[in-house]
């Protein structure tokens, strides 16, 4: 494709000089009239108006991202991410080790809570069911996602409870619910907490509080119906630790936590990762687009202003004796500077960019249940960005020319 890209480029870019050259009369050319019925002086025009369009279209693209990932970053997802670590065990002989690395771990200076989950937040998969309350029937029932935690998940995560009460260590078959599971089944924040459930294999459970909506998943997504249940050591071990910490020397601490580790889970490596790290993976593919249309923005501003200093240079060159004669006439340099003529190519590219940027960044926005709005200064700063480039490319070409001496210019034939 690589090969085929670049002889196809070739045979377009050879094709035009070819046609060019061969459009001349041979009477008019030993004439010396070398005008052609091929217009060259629009091509170059439109072929610089195209390398803007494109130019303005990524810098917007590059403003807009960038504005979106920094609202991300910031977004308040209605858990802390912060300061979080998290532990997953993947051997079955370590399972039996977790209860006594969790009670040693609350041990050390720093560690404020431990809770052991099914997952942790943000994690790719979660369980899920369906559920009813008492008398209705199957068709009214309501889809959840769902993790099987102890009673320490709220305070470990910074999860904010709006009503009802936490888990207790005695509790069985009760259940911590979101905002939009009470309310996609006819509940209140207020009147839930007591209610009694059904799950889809007739499971009793009953909702003791209501946690505030938080986003489990990613911000492409809406927040969806979500729940907590209680396990209990019988019911089996989960394997996926979330440990909120609070120290401003992480490095004492993880030696702590390392030697906690060696200790108890003997002969497996020391592994853990931070939940804002893992939170930020979600959007690995959004970074990654980023940064190809960023290196895509660089490649094509520095053609537009090679074209754009390629046409400013001929130009200049065409007209030469045009401002000899009219810096011999009293013009200023500043009546002499060609940039505004540029300036006009750059105002059309940005014309027929905008509309294109604000189309294709909108289909890009609709993939986020929760995302900026674009404004006309993201647009503007791309213009004034493509604006200032453009003068930066030609200004030198064209103070060049019109500080020449006339003499010059009017004295060559």
Known sequence: MLVSLVFLTGLIAGSYPAFYLSAFRVVNV??????????????????????????????????????QLAYIKHKDLGFD????????????????????????????????????????????????NTFTLPGQSRTEAK?????????????????????????????????????????????????????????????????????????????HKDVESFMVWINHKQDGLWANLTVHTATANYKELLSRIES??????????????????QVQKQYASDISMSRIINAFTIMTICIS????????????????KEIGIRKVLGASVSGIVLSKDFLKLVLIAFAIATPISWW???????EFAFKIQISWWMFGLAGLATILIALFTVSSQAFRAAVMNPVKSLRSE
């Open 30 to 67: 030993i004439k010396g009239n070398f005008t052609s019925e091929i217009s060259a002086h629009g091509i170059r025009r439109s072929l610089v108006v195209f390398q803007f369009v494109l130019s303005i279209v990524l810098i917007s693209a590059i403003i807009i991202i960038y504005s």
């Open 81 to 128: 991410k912060d300061q979080r670590m998290i532990f997953t065990f993947n051997s079955g002989d370590s399972f039996e080790k977790i209860p006594a690395f969790m009670e040693d771990l609350r041990k050390i200076s720093g560690v404020k809570e431990v809770s052991n989950a099914s997952k942790y937040i943000s994690s790719p998969a979660i369980f899920s």
């Open 143 to 219: 889809y959840a996602g769902f993790v099987v935690s102890d009673e320490f998940f709220v305070r470990a995560n910074g999860v904010k409870l709006i009503s009802g009460r936490d888990f207790r260590e005695n509790d069985s078959a009760k259940v911590l619910v979101n905002e939009t599971f009470a309310r996609k089944m006819g509940l209140t924040d207020q009147t839930a907490p007591g209610k009694r459930i059904l799950d889809g294999n007739d499971r009793t459970w009953e909702i003791v509080g209501v946690m505030k909506d938080f986003n489990y998943g990613n911000l």
């Open 260 to 277: 906690v580790w060696n200790r108890d889970v003997p002969g497996v490596p020391f592994e853990y990762s931070f939940l804002d790290e």
């Open 305 to 320: 202003c090679l074209g754009l200093f390629g046409l400013a240079a001929f130009s200049a060159e065409q007209r030469n």
């Open 360 to 366: 294709a960044m909108k289909k890009w926005l609709d």
